[in-house]
T-cell receptor, first 113, second 110 residues
């Protein structure tokens, strides 16, 4: 089955700098890759996703890139703000949004003012 | 998109007991998935329901079971609770644009 590895497990950046979180996956059949942000005491919030027919997607300060050949995808956050502090999870799925998601282990991002 | 609700928010049970957790999916979403999130880990897929039928199951024993109702709300039932069942249980409802999670139910098994 699918296995998703996520790095780093913790990341601390200065406010205004960029943050990058990387994930690799094992199943070449996976074609949907969402990213979630989870704040303390809350459920995961979908922040951006990418499908396998696209190499990059941007939404304001957040971007995701996908390299299907290497089986890895990354989350990029630019101009970080204190409210970006949270745990971020990548996930992979063999289908569209309704299929099961296999999650990475999470990255705790801390933005230092 | 938002609107997935779960109840209760917190629950304490003792080993061997049974528990039922509830989820109301976002209006119009006919697919509901359940995940278990242990402390400090990513969510793990338990099972998914589509139009009241189980539509995929993760690596969880049969004492984890579920239901989906005609209004697409759902229940997760866990029998013979074990200490390792202590976790945050998340429900997610699906649309073509993604899976959207509720706030979860924190289950503690003593």
């Amino acid at each position: 089955g699918e296995n998703v590895e996520q790095h780093p497990s913790t990341l601390s950046v200065q406010e205004g700098d960029s943050a990058v979180i990387k994930c690799t996956y094992s199943d070449s059949a996976s074609n949907y890759f969402p990213w979630y942000k989870q704040e303390l005491g809350k459920g995961p919030q979908l922040i951006i996703d990418i499908r396998s027919n696209v190499g990059e997607k941007k939404d304001q300060r957040i971007a995701v890139t996908l390299n299907k050949t290497a089986k890895h995808f990354s989350l990029h956050i630019t101009e970080t703000q204190p409210e970006d502090s949270a745990v971020y999870f990548c996930a992979a799925s063999p289908g569209q949004g309704a299929q099961k998601l296999v999650f990475g282990q999470g990255t705790r991002l801390t933005i230092n003012p | 998109e938002t609107g997935v609700t779960q109840s209760p928010t917190h629950l304490i049970k003792t080993r061997g007991q049974q528990v039922t957790l509830r989820c109301s999916s976002q209006s119009g979403h006919n697919t509901v998935s359940w995940y278990q999130q242990a402390l400090g880990q990513g969510p793990q897929f338990i099972f998914q329901y589509y139009r009241e039928e189980e539509n995929g199951r993760g690596n969880f024993p049969p004492r984890f079971s579920g239901l989906q109702f005609p209004n697409y709300s759902s229940e997760l039932n866990v029998n013979a609770l074990e200490l390792d069942d202590s976790a945050l249980y998340l429900c997610a409802s699906s649309s073509p644009s993604g899976q959207f999670f509720g706030p979860g139910t924190r289950l503690t098994v003593l």
